[in-house]
C-alpha cells in the first residue's frame, strides 16, 4: 500500500479538479471581481470606483495566464523556502 500511496493521492487530486468541470460542463466561471462589481451596481448605482487599472490584459486567456504564472511563482518561492529550512534542519543534527 505505501508504495502507491503516492499515485493514490496524485489521482485524487486529478478527481477533485476534474469532477467539478465535467458534473457542470455547461457552467460559467467567473471571478470574484466580476460577482463583487455586480452586487455594488446593485446596492449603489451611483457608486464610482477610486481608480482605474492602468493596464488591461488583451484578452481573459492572457489574464489568466498572468494569474497562473503568478501562483506558480509564488508555490515556488514558498517551495524553496520550505526545502531551504528543512534542508537548514537537517544540516544542524547531522
Do not use: C, H
Not at 469532477?19 to 448605482?45: C, H, M, R, T, Y
Amino acid at each position: 500500500m505505501k508504495k502507491y500511496e503516492n499515485l493514490i493521492l496524485l489521482s485524487l487530486v486529478v478527481l477533485l479538479a476534474a469532477v467539478p468541470l465535467v458534473w457542470n460542463s455547461g457552467a460559467e466561471f467567473g471571478g470574484a471581481d466580476d460577482q463583487v462589481k455586480d452586487v455594488v451596481a446593485a446596492i449603489n448605482p451611483d457608486y464610482k470606483p477610486w481608480f482605474e487599472s492602468i493596464w488591461s490584459p488583451p484578452s481573459t486567456e492572457v489574464e489568466s495566464f498572468l494569474f497562473a504564472l503568478q501562483a506558480a511563482i509564488g508555490a515556488g518561492f514558498i517551495g524553496y523556502w520550505l526545502g531551504f529550512q528543512r534542508g537548514r534542519r537537517n544540516g544542524r543534527t547531522a
